[in-house]
Nanobody
Framework: QVQLVESGGGLVQAGGSLRLSCAASGSIFSINVMGWYRQAPGKLRDVVAVINSGGSTHYGNSVSGRFTISRDNTKNTVYLQMNSLKPEDTAVYYC??????WGQGTQVTVSS
């Protein structure tokens, strides 16, 4: 089993930045792909960014160029640097491992 714990969410003004962290523990030797997803009220959960163990990344269209995903394999941690935040980025952000393990989520609120 894999446990994921997110941190770093909060309230920020439009144009600001936040950095999310997700620490993985448990059966982490099997983890290749990790990622961030988000869910806004009344909307489906959607991919924000994913990264594999080799460092290859993929971003959702709405965040490309503003967000950066990275990982530190020595710390079993994945990060999401979010810059130029917009009110439409407001959502609960979830860490994911291998498409099936989820963290508890962290709220990101961007005020206009």
């Amino acid at each position: 089993q894999v446990q994921l714990v997110e941190s770093g969410g909060g309230l920020v003004q439009a144009g600001g930045s936040l950095r999310l962290s997700c620490a993985a523990s448990g059966s982490i030797f099997s983890i290749n792909v990790m990622g961030w997803y988000r869910q806004a009220p009344g909307k489906l959960r959607d991919v924000v960014a994913v990264i594999n163990s080799g460092g290859s990344t993929h971003y959702g269209n709405s965040v490309s160029g503003r967000f950066t995903i990275s990982r530190d394999n020595t710390k079993n941690t994945v990060y999401l640097q979010m810059n130029s935040l917009k009110p439409e980025d407001t959502a609960v952000y979830y860490c994911n491992a291998e498409g099936r393990h989820w963290g508890q989520g962290t709220q990101v609120t961007v005020s206009s």
